[in-house]
């Protein structure tokens, strides 16, 4: 008996999949002996219950109940193809019960392997319909209802077919979309053979053609989907043209019911017209030269975008293909209108902006993250570069993502993980609207359709959290190169420019570069042949990026050292990966590139010996410069990876190198205030010495084997002490120590001598970053006194022979390196000397103005303008900081706040303690942040310290941009500093000579 042989139990269906146990059971005893050799493949299938009930009601309404079960038991591929369609989707199950002759559709073993031709698809519809393949001529016989029926029958048949094979066989998303494309156009021509056959003989004079247009246009059609059309008309020879027009509207008008209408076959899709010229507002049908008129003069940025996928797909195609050839190029010519990339930018903000707030987060199309995002990041690159290279203009969305990828325009990184996404997403899409055939692209929460979604796209075990967890996972890779691809800054400085200069055309590429400002053009040509020279990737992408550059390179204040920069920097990187990537993808980073390689060539010089740096530009944060805590632990422990003193201190000035050129462009870029220039350049320089005399330390104990019988401390003077270094200043300095307990004196001031003779050898090596000079000049007794003491000696020499200028020259005192309480030790010693509690003697003030006139006299080089001499002019920087200094001498043994080695501290203490008007004050802090900004500004531009404006013009000018002067207004920049330091000279002569 059946239930003998039957061995199906609710814990067997139950770990098939099953979750309505007995109405499954029910189901697989009607299937009788058949139902135990199917189980296995109705438990894979995405719903297993719905598959086993429309398997059973479908046997049971099949002429031949046998055949059909044994044709499943028989064929395992005809089985697996209809219980997949059973399983997945109720509107083809109901297909089913309704045409239970289609299930042999599935039986024809073609479906695993072959795609079928879209010729063979249009033929099928339209002798559904009676019409003849071959002209597609009006529908011969049959009363409308029923054709209108057999061509939604025909379809739906086919789609049958699609759904299986998309189902069962792993067909790719791309290949089911333009198999659904292929249907839709054979639909059309077959809805308007019957459309012809409606209108009758007044469209004989009727040339109509149908333009597919979004998803169809592109051959990336939905399985339920609105398929967009534009129709074009003209009239055949012979014919009166209005006449023709009125015709082709009443087609157009009777294909778009024909498709959309429900009938007792259900309908097929609406046709919608809406993106034709003026939109629903506009007729619904115009000719060749209406549409052209349109487009020349009316059309807006989004119709371009439009018309990117249009092609002819149904009707006269001749005519649709001069229509597609008539608008081309306004498509690809349209990125060069004013606010292209901001306008279509916007257009996508807007799409997001208007989605329901309680579907956007599950929104998988128009959703951020969703297709929409990947779909308007592709087209507007291809918008922006398809005018210049033509392998981009593919309307569909993964083919032309394949091109861009290839051309170089998105990194093969980048487009995998785009193509792996809109595969997915497109994938879950068909999916969840193959469930009933509706419109939808909202993932469900339902735990039952999330599971039923879940299996149908391959997730088995946990069908629901895997789902979950792959799309979120898609989603948010989706976001995260949307906002990299599509508001990537270079693509609005592409599409600022015309087609040919975007080819770099040689003929007028000289022409171009002279009026772009290029000094040299023929030398300027030279370098854009050698790079952009060649069929490779890198060279692709080069031609891709230079157009904006020049630009960028002509901006700023020398565009030939910008391209030269340019070339040497891309050919010492050329073969990193990330080099053009980096620039291509992060426009910021290429325009920061351009801009600090036509403008500083201190910053070119630190770049060119390390190009790698390139990296930092992607961000200001990448360019905050580290603390002296973080640099000194990372510059340490590269000198003491290296056994070899040499070795370590190369370590180490390579990352003062860095450091450098992190300083230099975020001084460049106006991240940083000149005080923190100042301060950032006294950090890295702290951070160095303390690792070179780490360095030194231990060269000297591996030479004796055995510790050191004294600790070393370096104590930073003047601009350095004062945490106010510029790119040019030596690091001036003093040199203490102190014999550890037990150590002989003689042996400890020796080896002394010795840790500070290497550490000042290891510094002046050559090497290729700037130099950092070592002074110790200001040690007592200057050159003639020992190069390092011991902190009596330095106690024993300030309490017998100090002048007043050491004391003054300690104000800048910081003991900063080496020995932590050493350094704590000398600052108590020094700290009465140069704050002395009741101020310096009247004779010592004579003494500071003595020597400060006497330094006017002599110092200032010969042939300099002392109204524009940044350091010792009027008004400049020692005339403020004298000034301060004079002030902390006489004033700091009783004001605290005097108490301090920086400039500007000190005057904003003096103002709190009534010894400085405000306005005379910001007199003297005004003329030296704009001294010091200058002379920063002129080492950029000059590569080297510079203590005067710079009297060469072009020099003059670029020194005027870097501090954000308008082109041509160097004279107001001078202007500038005289009025600023003549302020402040009037307040030196009140303050200081009194």
């Not at 901001?342 to 579907?359: G, L, N």
């Not at 157009?547 to 920097?569: E, H, S, V």
């Not at 205030?673 to 070179?692: F, I």
């Amino acid at each position: 008996m059946r239930s003998e042989r039957r061995t199906t139990s609710t814990g067997r269906l139950v770990r098939h999949g099953f979750q309505d146990v007995e109405q499954s059971e029910a189901a697989l005893d009607r299937l009788g002996d058949a139902s135990d050799q199917l189980l296995h493949l109705i438990a894979t299938t995405a719903d297993p219950d719905q598959a086993v009930t429309y398997l059973a009601d479908l046997a049971d309404r099949v002429e031949d109940r046998q055949r059909l079960l044994d044709a499943l038991v028989d064929d395992e591929g005809s089985c697996m193809r209809l219980l997949a369609v059973l399983g997945a989707t109720t509107a083809l199950g109901d297909h089913l019960l309704r045409h239970p002759e289609h299930w042999h559709d599935l039986t024809d073993p073609a479906l695993g392997s072959t795609r079928p031709a879209a010729f063979a698809v249009r033929g099928d519809l339209l002798r559904a319909v009676g019409a003849d393949p071959l002209d597609a001529a009006p529908v011969a016989t049959g009363e409308d209802a029923v054709v209108v029926d057999a061509l939604r029958v025909a379809y739906r048949r086919l789609l049958l077919r699609l759904a299986a094979r998309d189902l069962s066989h792993g067909v790719g998303v791309d290949d089911v979309a333009a198999e659904l494309s292929d249907l839709a156009a054979g639909t059309l021509d077959a809805a308007l053979a019957i459309a012809r056959a409606r209108v009758g003989s007044s469209a004989d004079g009727a040339r109509l053609g149908v333009i597919a247009m979004g998803k169809c246009g592109g051959h990336e059609l939905n399985y339920v989907s609105d398929v967009d059309v534009i129709f074009v008309a003209e009239a055949a020879e012979g014919y009166d043209e209005q006449a023709a027009i009125r015709a082709a509207t009443q087609l157009a008008a009777n294909l778009m019911r024909i498709c959309s209408d429900h009938t007792g076959e259900g309908t097929i899709w609406p046709v919608d017209a809406a993106l034709r010229p003026e939109g629903k507002s506009g007729p619904l049908v115009r000719t060749l030269a209406s549409h052209e008129g349109y487009y020349q003069k009316w059309a807006k940025t989004w119709e371009f975008q439009a018309l990117l996928k249009a092609r002819p797909v149904a009707g006269d195609l001749p005519l649709g293909q001069e229509f597609c050839a008539r608008v081309a190029p306004m498509v690809w010519s349209a990125s060069e209108r004013d606010g292209f990339v901001t306008e279509v930018q916007a257009m996508r903000r807007r799409v997001i902006e208007h989605i329901p707030a309680a579907h956007a987060e599950r929104q998988i199309k128009l959703g951020s993250g969703g297709l929409r995002d990947v779909e308007f990041a592709v087209q507007l690159l291809q918008l922006v570069h398809g005018r210049a290279d033509e392998t981009v203009r593919a309307p569909t969305t993964l083919s032309a993502l394949s091109h861009l990828t290839q051309g170089g325009y998105v990194g093969r990184e980048d487009g995998a993980a785009l193509d792996g996404a809109y595969r997915f997403l497109r994938t879950l899409e068909h999916r969840m609207q193959l469930w009933q055939l509706r419109r939808t692209h909202v993932l469900p929460e339902d735990h039952d359709a999330l599971r039923r979604l879940g299996r149908s796209m391959g997730f088995m075990r946990e069908p629901v959290e895997e789902l979950n967890e792959e799309w979120r996972r898609h989603s948010r890779e989706v976001r995260r190169l949307h906002e990299k691809l599509f508001y990537r800054p270079l693509l609005g400085a592409v599409a600022k420019l015309r087609a040919d200069e975007a080819r770099l055309s040689p003929a007028s590429a000289q022409q171009q570069l002279a009026a772009l400002g290029y000094a040299d053009p023929k030398a300027a040509l030279r370098h854009l042949e050698a790079l952009t020279s060649g069929v490779s990737r890198s060279a692709n992408i080069q031609r891709t990026l230079l157009p904006a550059m020049l630009g960028w390179f002509a901006d700023a204040p020398n565009p030939d050292a910008g391209l030269f920069g340019f070339r040497q920097i891309s050919e010492a990187l050329g073969s990193s990966h990330w080099y053009l990537q980096t620039l291509r993808d992060e426009g910021q980073v290429a325009q920061r590139l351009a801009t600090l390689l036509a403008s500083s060539r201190y910053a070119t010089d630190l770049l060119q010996r390390a190009p790698e740096g390139v990296r930092m530009l992607a961000s200001d944060e990448a360019l905050r410069p580290l603390t002296r805590a973080v640099l000194q632990k990372e510059m340490t422990s590269a000198a003491r990876r290296h056994v070899d003193p040499v070795e370590a201190v190369t370590a180490v000035r390579a990352i003062r190198r860095r450091e450098l050129f992190r300083i230099a462009v975020a001084d460049l870029l106006g991240l940083l205030d000149v005080a923190d220039v100042g301060y950032a350049l006294t950090d890295v320089t702290a951070a160095t010495l303390e690792a070179a005399l780490v360095a030194a330390g231990l060269a000297i104990e591996a030479e004796r084997r055995g510790p050191l019988p004294t600790r070393v401390a370096v104590v930073a003077m003047g601009r350095l002490g004062g945490f106010e270094l510029s790119y040019g200043s030596d690091a001036d300095v003093l040199f203490v120590h102190d014999p550890v307990p037990g150590a002989a004196a003689e042996d400890a001031g020796r080896v002394a001598r010795d840790v500070v003779n290497e550490f000042r050898r290891l510094l002046a090596l050559p090497g290729t970053d700037p130099a950092l000079r070592v002074d110790a000049d200001l040690r007592p007794e200057g050159k003639q006194g020992p190069l390092v003491r011991t902190l009596e000696s330095y106690a024993r020499y300030y309490a017998n022979w100090s002048v007043v200028w050491e004391a003054q020259a300690l104000l800048r005192a910081s003991a900063i390196v080496g020995d932590v309480d050493l350094c704590r030790r000398f600052t108590e010693l020094i700290d009465p000397l140069r704050f002395p509690a009741q101020g310096i003697s009247a004779d010592d003030v004579l003494e500071v103005q003595r020597i400060k006139a006497r330094v006017d006299d002599e110092r200032l080089p010969r042939g300099a303008d002392p109204a524009t001499h940044l350091k010792l002019g009027r008004g400049g920087l020692a005339d403020v900081e004298w000034t301060v200094q004079l002030l902390q001498m006489r004033h700091a043994g009783r004001v605290a706040g005097l108490r301090t080695t920086r400039t500007l501290e000190a005057l904003q203490a003096a103002v709190e303690a009534d010894l400085l008007t405000e306005s005379d004050a910001r007199a003297l802090s005004e003329a030296w942040r704009t001294a010091s900004g200058l002379r920063n500004a002129t080492t950029q531009v000059r590569g080297k310290p510079a203590d005067s404006l710079p009297r060469d013009t072009r020099e003059r000018a670029a020194v005027a941009h870097i501090r954000g002067y308008p082109p041509g207004e160097s004279d107001r920049m001078v202007d500038d500093y005289l009025r600023v330091s003549r302020r402040a000279r009037q307040v030196v002569e009140r303050v200081f000579w009194g």
